[in-house]
């Protein structure tokens, strides 16, 4: 299964390579593959600030934030034991976003700004509305999945609610299109600084699945089970919970909500690389950053050359896979 679970990860970061090339080729501007490779092998090049500094930052933010919302999503579907579970649906997503919306208009004065405040505010907001989850739902971090996953959708549509009153009530008229815009996902705010607060919460996240993968697969066995076997259920709910708010709302704070990617690519993934979770952790970062990477270069194909909000995108292609799973 290791050899098998090792040519997956191969073939995907051979994917994952090609995506980020032809992402790094679409623009206002043409470039050729191999002009792309060429400027990343280091080569003088005209268009070489365009590659580096504009369309690579926003390219390894897809990456980044495509592995961070598969294995979210990964992490609460063995928390719920829920197919339907993702950030996005239990309102974890939304949220984090309606914490930093509540920055940006001012809401509550901060006289330090930094990189990380966005970051912490997000945070904040992520937390919040899981607060509010476990309130809706009376949820004792037990067994009543169902209602904790309704009282998810509830709290989603409570925070997007919040976040378009504010939108229309405090924003200036000509920011509320670019509002509008990070309100739906986006990847045009893409900064070095981003890129690596992203790329720690991605090692954090990953660490964190492998080293516990095997608590993990005992929460898949059921809580009676997993309890029998000398695992403290409730520690582990609530530790999973804290980490996946953490790194949801450290993305958020950069690339603003983006549903559906955390149901969906974990589901492709138990297809070829089985239920385990040592297996799951890789193959399913690195599907869900050639995912969100080929939708972004999808974006700015159909809507050249910004592109539109990655949101639409993962929306139209998450709702009838949703709606799939419900059915099944």
């Known amino acids: 299964m290791k050899r098998k679970v ?4 191969m073939i995907l970061s051979v994917l994952l390579l090609l995506a980020l090339a032809w992402n790094l080729s679409i623009g206002s ?41 598969s294995l979210s999503g990964l992490c609460m579907q063995t ?8 950030p996005y649906i239990m309102g974890i997503t939304a949220g984090a976003g309606l914490g930093v919306n509540i920055l940006l208009f001012g809401l509550i004065p901060v006289t330090l700004f930094s990189y990380f405040t966005l970051p912490v505010f997000a945070w ?18 037990q067994s009543d999945k169902e209602h904790f996953l309704m009282a998810g959708v509830a709290t989603s549509a409570i925070c997007t609610a919040l976040t378009g009153f504010f939108i229309y009530r405090f924003a200036e008229q000509d920011k509320i299109h670019k509002l509008i815009f990070w309100t739906f996902g986006s990847f045009e705010k893409a900064t070095p600084e981003s890129i690596y607060i992203t790329g720690f919460l991605s090692v954090f996240l990953i660490v964190f699945c492998w080293v516990f993968s095997g608590r993990m697969d005992l929460l898949l066995m059921g809580e009676v089970t997993a309890q029998s076997l000398g695992l403290s259920v409730k520690k582990w709910k609530t530790g999973i919970f804290l980490v996946v708010s953490c790194a949801i709302g450290g993305l958020v704070a950069f690339t603003g909500p ?28 690195l599907t869900g950053a050639v995912y969100l990477v080929l939708c972004d270069s999808f974006t700015r194909v159909l809507l050249p050359p910004a592109g539109m909000p990655i949101g639409i995108i ?8 949703f709606i799939y799973l419900l059915k099944k």
Do not use: K, W
């Open 6 to 9: 090792f040519m997956i990860c």
């Open 29 to 69: 501007m043409q470039i050729s593959f191999r002009e792309v490779l060429s400027v990343l092998a280091g080569n003088p090049h005209p268009h070489r600030d365009i590659i580096t500094d504009i369309r690579l930052p926003r390219a390894l933010l897809a990456l980044t934030a495509g592995g961070i919302l």
């Open 79 to 86: 928390l719920v034991r829920n197919p339907l579970a993702d």
């Open 124 to 141: 904040i907001g992520a937390m919040m509305s899981l607060v509010l989850v476990l309130l809706l739902s009376y949820y004792t971090l």
């Open 258 to 285: 983006i549903g559906f990617v955390g149901m969906i690519i974990p589901h492709v993934c138990r297809r070829f690389s089985g239920a385990l979770h040592a297996n799951l952790i890789l193959p399913s970062y």
């Open 314 to 321: 993962t929306a139209l292609l998450g709702v009838p896979f």
